[in-house]
């Protein structure tokens, strides 16, 4: 018991004594198709340093490590080194879908962009005329699965984007670069 309160008390220090900066409101504006998230964030070694500092499994594994004798410190060692190599297999991964997402989500924003117009001048003939309505409900349709994509890769980015703030454990608008 006396342990756990240690332990728990490490766990707490090492948590609050983390030291992070603002920067841009980065939240605030993720889902602006035009902001390239790259230059916003930190380079993958820089982040890797900053979810190691701020990542809680990472935290209480080493706190666990400095609680143990000698002999079982050797194994809790290459069991911290296993899990950090997992943790920044993890971190790229995400980082690396969080930067495709992105480029998908603008891809599909501006094809949403170029379907709405479509659309609107498909509606405009077929008011005059020009067009049937077969072809006016082709672009409708067009359109509705530009939206559909749209919101897809919305989602995708976001969840990207919330998901490596979680593996960070810190929000963006609070690291420098």
Do not use: W
């Not at 756990?4 to 008390?9: D, M, P, Q, R």
């Not at 079982?72 to 920044?88: C, D, G, H, P, S």
């Not at 599909?108 to 117009?117: A, H, P, S, Y």
């Amino acid at each position: 018991m006396k342990n756990l309160f240690k332990l728990l008390g490490l766990f707490l220090f090492l948590a609050l004594q983390q030291n992070v900066y603002a920067q841009k409101n980065t939240n605030d504006n993720i889902i602006d198709p035009k902001m390239d998230i790259e230059e916003f964030l930190p380079p993958l070694d820089s982040l890797f340093e900053i979810g190691l500092r701020n990542y809680p499994l990472v935290k209480l594994e080493i706190a666990q490590a400095k609680l143990l004798k000698k002999e079982v410190l050797e194994i809790a060692k290459i069991e911290i080194e296993v899990k950090i190599f997992n943790y920044k297999k993890e971190l790229a991964d995400c980082y690396t879908n969080l930067i495709g997402a992105q480029k998908i989500f603008k891809v599909r924003n501006e094809d949403l962009f170029v379907q709405k117009i479509a659309c609107d001048v498909a509606e405009k003939e077929y008011r005059e005329g020009v067009i049937k309505i077969a072809e006016y409900a082709r672009q409708r349709n067009a359109m509705t699965n530009s939206m559909a994509a749209h919101e897809d890769a919305k989602r995708d980015y976001i969840n990207y984007f919330e998901r490596l703030q979680v593996i960070l454990g810190v929000k963006f608008n609070k690291i420098t670069r």
